[in-house]
């Protein structure tokens, strides 16, 4: 969870620009206090487009790192060991500075990439591993509310009364090492992944025990069953590599859907509201002042929404939340893009922008800003699910890259068309999951590989012992999705 401050530390939204401003400043004081001179503008442009853009580099290289991580510590313990990398991050970059030094902001945001692409596989890996099927996804979705926690802290901790001054925004990243320190003292009390247990390290006391704190209660024969069943039909299989992934065709339509999702996760276009909200803010009568505090609505309907999904995603399910977030954001990129063109025209017009801009971050948040991280780990067996999220991870910190290297040229060439680009985008997403997503909500794994079987053209394998043709696996009948719920709820699952 602690992956939410990666967002804080980027400040994405009208902080930015002063904050920008200060950052270039430091940069101009120490090149010349080391050279003589003021820094040449080009290289002040190169080294603040290095220090934007070495963040996505860094989370790929997290992202690269967890398959080895894990495989040797587990999830549990990766994301323990992880909080090194957020912990030197923070003091490189609060440091930095005192210490004239903007290589260690530099360095110091890389490293925090890496911990964010290590967080954001390892976090819903092991969400994914310990949730019943039946509140999987409403757990899933923890990943995606306390991102928006995290941008909605950056928002208030950078406001000028608070941290948001020229002398304390180094201070502002390094309150990342809070969170990185919260967690350290409170997850070595949590059990490691059950399926890691069982299945990687053969340790079917130590699951059983795991599987009774989760879910707070001592008969946990039906879980395990579940689990020893997929085991059954992988235990001669090894950890799978990328490679394999790709190559095997009974997971073929899983994995264009992965990356699919991932990429419209970040070519929907929602970094590139923030490039306007100042502006609008502006046409809107909102004096500069306060505009700071007016974009912390931003944060909190993020938040809200994303809260909102989590409660709402075992009901509805993925599909139409992914499909109608997507959909919505179309709509709303295409009413922006009249309201932006035509906000000169007459005065009520920049508050239709306003009211877009909400629109487009609560469409966002209520679906698709959580749901690529679920299906990941729904959509694969435990063998495969370490390769599946670092083909996810890197799609996703490829495209966040590209974002930011190609959207100043599409802004430049489109002005305020360029939200089309990003509106074709969401609705071909939505088009996509129409045709392709089956809909993965309290199904298990042999369920789901079911339902993409006819569209791979193969069939998935029987939750049978092939080494054991006559034994019988007796299982209990399914509980009502709704009661067990209520039970997790009576014994204080949370």
Known sequence: MKCSEKDSADSKDSDLVR????????????????????????????????????????????????????????????????????????????????????????????????????????LPMYLNEISPKEIRGSLGQVTAIFICIGVFAGQLLGLPELLGKESTWPYLFGVIAVPALVQLVSLPFLPESPRYLLFEKHDQAGAEKAFQTFLGKEDVSREVEEVLME?????????????????????????????????????????????????????????????????????????????FSGLVIERLGRRPLLMGGFGLMALFFGILTITLTLQ??????????????????????????????????????????????IIAGTVNWLSNFAVGLLFPFIQKSLDTYCFLVFAAICLAGAVYFYFVLPETKNRTH?????????RNKTHPPDNTDPAAPDTKVTRRPEPDPTSTRDNYAKNGVV
Request: net charge positive; aromatic share 10%; charged share 15%.
């Open 446 to 454: 042999a369920e789901i590989s079911q339902a993409f079987a006819k």
């Open 231 to 307: 085991s059954r039909v992988q235990r001669n299989i090894h950890l799978v590599s990328v490679l394999e992934l790709l190559r095997s065709p009974s997971v073929r339509w899983q994995v264009i859907t992965v990356v699919v999702t991932m990429a419209c996760y970040q070519l929907c276009g929602l970094n590139a509201i923030w490039f306007y909200t100042n502006s609008i803010f502006g046409k809107a009568g909102i004096p500069p002042e306060k505009i700071p505090y007016i974009t912390l609505s931003t944060g909190g309907i993020e938040t809200l929404a994303a809260i």
């Open 19 to 122: 904050k920008k401003l200060y950052i270039k400043s430091f940069y101009n004081e120490s090149w010349e206090r080391r050279h003589g001179h003021p820094i040449d503008p080009d290289t002040l442009t190169l080294l603040w487009s290095v220090t934007v853009s070495i963040f996505a580099i860094g989370g790929l290289v997290g992202t690269l790192m967890v398959k080895l991580i894990g495989k040797v510590l587990g999830r549990k313990y990766t994301l323990l060991v992880n909080n090194g990398f957020a912990i030197s991050a923070a003091l490189l970059m609060a440091c930095s500075l005192q210490a004239g030094a903007f290589e260690m902001l530099i360095v110091g945001r890389f490293i925090m990439g890496v911990d964010g692409g290590i967080a954001l596989s390892a």
């Open 344 to 389: 000169d025209h007459a005065p009520g017009i920049p508050y239709l922008s306003i009211i877009c801009i909400l629109a487009i971050i609560a469409s966002f948040c209520s679906g698709p800003g959580g749901i690529p991280f679920i299906l990941t780990g729904e959509f694969f067996q435990q063998s495969q699910r370490p390769s599946a999220f």
